[in-house]
């Protein structure tokens, strides 16, 4: 995955992330009332969600809109497709995409059309994978980056060109890799840093190494880890013990570390 400049092959397609930007699907209806509509939530397991669901829209009926996609791309978020495929095929293939399974027995909704999602996703995949989770569509082109870009100023476009390997077709509920697991997982904990850093003005660095440092000794749990940086807050520098806090739940352990600061404090 790259940065890039706009130039190259015309986007056909707009994968709009209509749950993140709801007023941007409005405005599709509103002002581009022409261009033709999928939404992508339709005939699937989440259909009752398919009005605040992401919107496939076909630009080639509208090239005011594909224009503003790029000069604007915050207020019309989502990926920009090509594909030389039919509608009707290259939907099946999105929707297929909607849902996947972790292991043997969960299920999960992989919202791939956020960007910030696709910065994470797309990224975790080899030139197989990548060839299969790709599947009808030729490019892929999408304004973001990670949180962590985000959080620096480093936004910028990403492309994605299929590598075209002879692979099998993705199928229903599809598997994700270990590695693609991983890649989820750390734009969730990025994204919990951003929000954290957004809300008290810590710095995002700083702040994403005391969220590492509170996993490594061990608070997993989300209430736990938010105490922990909360904690972090207030004693910037004090250090804990390498490895878990003693023994006892994560809380307990939590608890003593607290004590013990507040102690030094004192």
Sequence with gaps: MSAVVVPGSTPQWLLLDGPSAPEAAQRVHAQFADAQCFAL????????????GPLLVDLRQSPALASLCHLDPRAWPGLLLVSPKPAVQLLAHLRRMLTVTLGLHHKALLNYYNPHTASYFFDG????????????????????????????????????????LSVAAL?????????????????????????????????????WEDLQQGLALGFTERTVLDDWLWLRLQYPDARPMPGPEGGGSQRERLDRLRRRWQGRQG
């Design 41 to 52: 939530f339709e005939g699937t397991e989440l259909h009752g969600l398919r009005e605040h």
């Design 125 to 164: 995949c080899d030139s197989h994978e990548l060839s299969c989770w790709l599947g009808p569509i030729s490019l892929l082109r999408w304004f973001g980056g990670t949180w962590a870009d985000r959080a620096i100023g480093s936004q910028g476009w990403q492309q994605l060109s299929n590598p075209g």
């Design 171 to 207: 199928e229903k509920e599809h598997g994700l890799s270990d590695r693609q697991q991983g890649q989820l997982q750390r734009c969730l904990l990025e994204r919990h840093a951003w929000q954290w850093s957004l809300s008290t003005g810590r710095d995002y660095r700083r702040l």
